[in-house]
């Protein structure tokens, strides 16, 4: 495999940004440090309206696709470590609801639990290749997570 200053800078930028400038190359969890950078672009997102964090989602979903395939290719491998832009989608999606740095964090345990474990029919999403199939199951972790946060949301606000 060539070096990585010998790949064509088409290539590098893809690798940088899918590994969400850099961090995905940081060990030994890089995918809990890609989910942080979600979360800490979700807060300082917070207060923005609706669509202009729909917009940054959508920016970052089609970025995602696109890099994270170039960057399976390039490290051969399906679903490299190193590509952490799918994390930062779905946790990015799993503080939509969250207003409380509680709720941030809550959101952020869920995530992690949920993208790890990929329960059914998350699990089924990977069946798809290259970069759709990387993000697809981290986007849809990051929606059950939303999911499951507005109810604890609702839970805690009906019984308080």
């Known amino acids: 495999m060539k070096r990585n200053l010998q790949k064509p800078l088409s290539e590098r930028i893809s690798l940088f940004l899918a590994s969400g400038l850099g961090m995905g190359y940081i060990p030994p969890m890089p995918g809990t440090l890609g989910s942080i950078e979600g979360i800490i672009l979700a807060y300082f997102t917070k207060d923005f309206s609706s ?11 089609i970025l995602g696709i696109f890099t994270s395939e170039v960057a399976s290719k ?6 490299p470590d190193e590509v952490v832009i799918d994390e930062i989608a779905g946790s990015y999606i799993s503080v ?3 207003q409380s740095i509680l709720e941030f964090g809550v959101a952020f345990v869920l995530f992690r639990i949920i993208d790890i474990a990929k329960p059914y029919p998350i699990r089924l999403l990977e069946r798809f290749k290259g ?3 990387i993000m697809m199951d981290d986007l849809s972790a990051g929606a059950l997570t939303t999911l499951l946060l507005f109810l604890i949301i609702m839970i ?5």
């Open 131 to 133: 970069g759709f199939g």
């Open 96 to 98: 939509f609801v969250a």
């Open 74 to 79: 390039s490290l051969e491998d399906e679903d």
């Open 51 to 61: 669509v202009a964090k729909f917009f940054i989602l959508i920016v970052i979903i």
């Open 156 to 160: 805690k606000n009906a019984l308080w």
